[in-house]
């Protein structure tokens, strides 16, 4: 068969979840499949993070008018050229207007959803309304849809009145690149200036939760012996954020133990993991959540959130919490830090854990997807 898979974000610098979804997976399909013909559809980039081989051409296509234009013009002008089988969109909307067969990844239906909280970012404003636009029309046009986790699954079957037939989940997996790092200091130096520190992978989306895992935090702060005070460190956070976050709820006196490097890069991750003493990851909403399991990778226990996904993926042994409740991260941060042999039990019980999941099982589910798909 001749299947395309839309990877527009993967050739750029600072990539997030989807990318690396989409990047991890095709790699694998690369390694796995000799038979079927494969053409990645993706935007230039300077990151050039895919190589072709004789039986996957990489075609790069650049568009003015933004993911819109990419999407909905340049991408069903290269489909008719390519005349694949199969289209694949890997990032929950695809061409309004295109014959191909269509296999739609679609991660979550958050965009769809009330926000418990307002989005105070453009861009995300726009991506969100967007998508509202969008995949109603595209989901009935679906041969498949794709998306990451059984909760997910159940989720937009009953919101989109999916058949059953038509949906299903395939977990995500994590690099192999994270593990633990035995010597990780001249790496998580270069972000902040201590042994003692815990760490936050932020974002400005409100599911991330980002001002009550501040505030649960200062809270430790408050709580602790201040000759032995963890320092956070926040990562995809600017500074100007975190600093309307200390100002409105008055708790401008962490500022000196918080390090906001913003943009880390992904190389760099797994030995930030490594020498941090706890992960914080009280998200309020995953369809998976990734970092979960790079964090457990790389033997750094996680303090992350009893909804949605979350338990889905993180198991019922990790540490699991309200995310609307500041007091029980607190306590949960005090007591990794002060029983030693909790701790320890955790990092083992996420070393165990992660075992159930790769890209490697990812893209054989994926395979085993496409070539059940009938053509007509």
């Known amino acids: 068969m001749k299947i395309a898979i839309e990877a527009q974000r993967i050739f750029r610098a600072k990539k997030h979840g989807m990318d690396f979804v989409a990047l991890e997976t095709i790699r694998e399909i690369q390694n796995l499949d000799k038979e079927n013909q494969y053409y990645i559809i993706v935007s230039p980039g300077e990151d050039r993070c895919l190589d072709e081989t004789s039986n996957m ?8 008018g933004g993911y819109l234009g990419w999407e909905q013009y340049a991408l069903p002008k290269i489909i008719k050229q390519i005349k694949p089988d199969i289209l694949h969109c890997t990032s929950n909307t695809a061409p309004i207007f295109c014959k191909t067969n269509l296999v739609l990844t679609l991660h979550d239906i958050i965009f769809l959803e009330k926000q418990p909280v307002k989005n105070k970012s453009l861009y995300q404003k726009l991506g969100r309304i967007y998508r509202r636009f969008v995949v109603p029309k595209i989901i009935s046009k679906a041969k498949k849809i794709i998306t990451v986790s059984d909760f997910e699954r159940k989720n937009i079957k009953n919101f989109l009145n999916v058949d059953d037939d038509r949906i299903l989940f395939i977990h995500n997996g994590f690099n192999k690149h994270f593990e633990v790092k035995e010597n990780p200091k001249d790496i998580y130096k270069k972000y902040i200036d201590t042994d003692n520190y ?16 501040i505030m649960a935090y200062a809270n430790y702060v408050k709580n602790a012996d201040q000759n032995n005070i963890y320092k956070l460190l926040i990562a995809d956070l600017r500074e100007e954020f975190i600093d309307n976050i200390l100002k409105e709820n008055d708790i401008q006196f962490i500022k000196p133990y918080i390090s906001s490097p913003d943009y880390i890069p992904n190389k760099d991750l797994p030995y930030i993991y490594s020498g941090a003493k706890a992960f914080l990851y009280p ?14 990778a790389c033997g750094c226990p996680i303090i992350t959130s009893n909804t949605s996904a979350i338990p889905e993926i993180a198991g019922q042994g990790a540490i699991l919490i309200d995310p609307i409740n500041i007091k029980e991260i607190q306590l949960s941060i005090e007591k990794l830090l002060e029983n030693e042999d909790f701790r320890s039990k955790q990092i083992q019980y996420g070393l165990e854990r992660v075992k159930l999941f790769s890209w490697n099982n990812t893209a054989k589910e994926l395979i085993k997807l496409y070539n059940g798909i009938e053509i007509k």
């Open 283 to 296: 998200s309020l909403r995953e369809s998976f959540g990734i970092p979960i399991l790079e964090s457990m």
């Open 57 to 64: 051409k990489i075609i790069e296509t650049k568009c003015i």
């Open 198 to 213: 815990l760490f936050f992978l932020g974002n400005t989306d409100p599911k991330k939760n980002s001002e009550k895992t």
